[in-house]
């Protein structure tokens, strides 16, 4: 799995092989078709991501979208395979419905829990992954230098109240 990973989170999806993850692991391609099948296989094993949010109950309502841009930034920091995912997303439909099944099971459920009305958290999760995945798409993947040169304090300023926004009040 760490092979896949990190070959995917270089390479992408389109060009990352079973051959070159297999050798990178050490071992043959022929085991890695047994157990995982194909590389489709491979990629939906490998992408079992936990976002680890934290429990919504504990965040500071007026600081709530703050303290998610932050746990996202140190998540897509710490966590090679998001990366992986999201690159390969843009071009994969498997991971793009991955992607979604991730923000779907994990983002939309602690946005909920912010949320009063149960009815608009569908189009907040999906305003909030907007920003989240294009914050990660230019600073990470893209690493558009502006973006890149903002330091953690400057993006938390700058994107926070965005995802604060979404959170309180919706036109």
């Not at 109950?57 to 995912?85: C, K, M, N, Q, Y």
């Not at 992607?99 to 999906?126: H, K, N, Y």
Request: aromatic share 6%.
């Amino acid at each position: 799995m760490t092979a896949a990973r990190e070959r995917f989170a270089a390479e992408g999806y389109e060009r990352a092989t079973i051959r070159a993850i297999a050798g990178d692991a050490g071992i043959d391609p022929a085991l890695v078709i047994r157990y995982y099948g194909n590389k489709e296989g491979l990629f939906a094993a490998a992408a079992e991501f936990d976002l680890r949010i934290p429990d919504a109950a504990g965040l500071p309502r007026a600081r709530a979208g703050v303290a998610l841009v932050d746990h996202f930034i140190t998540r897509w920091e710490v966590d090679g395979s998001l990366p992986a995912l999201l690159r390969a997303a843009v071009t994969n439909k498997a991971a793009a419905a991955r992607m979604r099944e991730v923000f779907a099971g994990q983002v939309a459920p602690a946005i909920a829990a912010l949320c009063a009305d149960r009815r608009t958290v569908p189009i907040r999760a999906g305003l909030i992954g907007s920003q989240l995945l294009g914050l990660a798409l230019c600073r990470y993947i893209l690493e558009l230098p502006p973006v890149v040169g903002m330091s953690r304090e400057a993006v938390l300023a700058n994107v926070g109240p965005v995802i604060q926004n979404y959170l309180d009040a919706l036109v």
